[in-house]
């Protein structure tokens, strides 16, 4: 039998609107699937006057967030207002009224997902967060659902299409990433205070909510030293694409090899197993030849390494109006069908489960670099640099000085072997004293996908 379910629309900005119009689009044809219909009865807005460029489809429009949650014939509440302030206040009022969320809110989630979990546990009500990763990927179904039968091994995601798009831009034109910053503002593409993106803060959330549903325990992202795209030069798109590779954004995530015990055989402080993950969203060298180097333009991607499956990937539009209303329809669908079978918590948002517990310390993750560095031309240089190095018991695996380069400064560019982001920091801090380095030094990860 045909059901109505009534949603209360918090927020009806980019994605709000392309919410309630993709409903009334594709209303119909969900209907016909689900055997559910969705009705959006409720819109809830900061200025009720504002023009809106959607129909608002008989919704009563006001103002009053509460009322609409409360409103005894409200059965879904969809929270895409933003922000971690008055948007945690209504999911949890939701929440703690026993009614499903659905939330975009990536920032919230990053911020306060414990506490929220808690209370739709407690509440009886379930948290649905498709929209929050990757916008119209459906990322978090594949690794709640999808992929439920694997350990996730590595976890790679190109999670910020602004990034991604300044970068592209760079390495097409050779362009400076201020001019490319302008142009995305004047596109849309960024947001005219760019930080979020563009210090990657948001790709950062993102791969905590990533990393903590693949290895069960919540991911304090806040312990996590994210790295944006601000100190990438046309320079280092040129010489990492002499060298056969692109730089991207990159959210790594990975299962790292157990911990040594500590002496007299205590357990390794990372649980029972000993295993830990490690989280890092910085600049990253790309070998041309992997997949995720051609993700281009505002296009994101995840590609997901499972015990059982192997190698997967996901790939699609990461933010936008109808992107991110897809991936809000989606859980508008499965709280719907979750509350026709009775079953308001079929799957909870977040399950803890797994010992793991261990989130590796920045400085103890290890990697390959490359280092870009200006120096005076002189004879010397190079060994003084090496010893540095060699100290911090850094291999070299190549030195370049690029021909064409002259004048005071020049650029020497090393690709070192792998280490402690720690040791590399010591390194460079040494390096960085000596008097014939001069300029801001650019070190960057590099990832095999090993
Ligand atoms: N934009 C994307 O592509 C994208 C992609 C993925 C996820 N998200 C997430 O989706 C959420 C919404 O983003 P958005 O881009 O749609 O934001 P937006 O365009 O700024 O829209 C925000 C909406 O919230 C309303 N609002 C703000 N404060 C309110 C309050 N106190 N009470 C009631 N309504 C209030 C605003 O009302 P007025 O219209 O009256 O000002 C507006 O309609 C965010 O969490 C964001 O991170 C966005």
């Known amino acids: 039998m045909m059901r109505q379910v009534n949603v209360a629309v918090l927020g009806a900005g980019t994605v709000g609107g392309g919410v309630v119009d993709a409903i ?148 097409a034109e050779g362009a400076e990433f201020e001019t490319v910053l ?120 995840v590609f997901v390494r499972g015990d059982i499956v192997g190698d997967t990937l996901y790939y699609g539009r990461g933010a936008g109006r109808n992107a991110t209303a897809s991936s809000v329809l989606s859980d508008l669908a499965d709280a719907a069908l979750d509350l026709r079978c009775g079953e308001r918590q079929r799957l909870p948002p977040f399950v803890p489960h797994e010992e793991f517990g261990a989130l590796m310390a920045p400085g103890d993750v290890v990697s390959s670099h490359y280092l870009r560095l200006s120096v005076t031309d002189k004879p010397g240089v190079l060994a003084r640099i090496a010893a540095i190095l060699a100290k911090e018991q850094i291999g070299i695996s190549s030195v370049i000085q690029p021909e064409g380069h002259e004048g005071a400064s020049v650029p020497l560019i090393f690709m070192l072997h792998h280490a402690t982001r720690s040791a590399v920091d010591r390194a460079l801090k040494s390096i960085r004293r000596l008097p014939v380095v001069t300029g801001e030094p650019a070190l960057f990860r590099v990832e095999t996908f090993e």
Not at 125 to 153: F, Q
Request: hydrophobic share 45%.
């Open 24 to 171: 009334r689009r594709n209303g119909r044809l969900m209907a016909s699937r689900l055997g559910i219909e969705l009705g959006v009865h409720r819109l809830v807005v900061r200025d009720t006057r504002k023009r809106r460029d959607f129909d608002t489809n008989g919704a009563k429009v006001g103002a009053d967030w509460r009322e609409a949650v409360v409103d005894p014939r409200t059965d879904i509440v969809v929270e895409l207002v933003g922000g971690t302030t008055t948007a945690r206040e209504m999911v949890l009022a939701a929440l703690q009224a026993g009614k499903p969320v659905v939330t975009a809110n990536k920032a919230l989630l990053s911020a306060h997902g414990e506490e929220l979990f808690a209370a739709a546990r407690e509440g009886g009500a379930n948290l649905y967060y498709e929209a929050s990763v990757a916008g119209g990927i459906p990322i978090i179904k594949v690794m709640r659902e999808a992929l439920i039968g694997n350990r996730v091994t590595a976890a790679y995601g190109i999670l910020n299409g602004t990034c991604n798009y300044i970068l592209t831009r760079m390495r």
């Open 182 to 301: 302008k142009d995305a503002q004047r596109l849309g593409y960024a947001e005219a205070d760019p930080s979020l993106d563009v210090d990657g803060i948001d790709a950062l959330h993102k791969a905590g909510i990533l990393a903590s549903l693949a290895h069960g325990f919540w991911v304090d992202v806040k312990k996590v030293a994210a790295e944006g795209i601000r100190g990438v030069t046309p320079l280092d798109m040129d010489f990492s694409g002499r060298l056969g590779y692109t730089i991207k954004l990159l959210a790594a995530i990975k299962l790292e090899a157990p911990k040594a015990p500590a002496r007299g055989g205590k357990a390794a402080k990372a649980g029972a197993s000993g295993l830990r993950i490690s989280v890092t969203v910085c600049p990253t060298l790309v070998p041309n030849h992997h997949v995720l180097a051609s993700v281009s333009d505002v296009f994101n991607a």
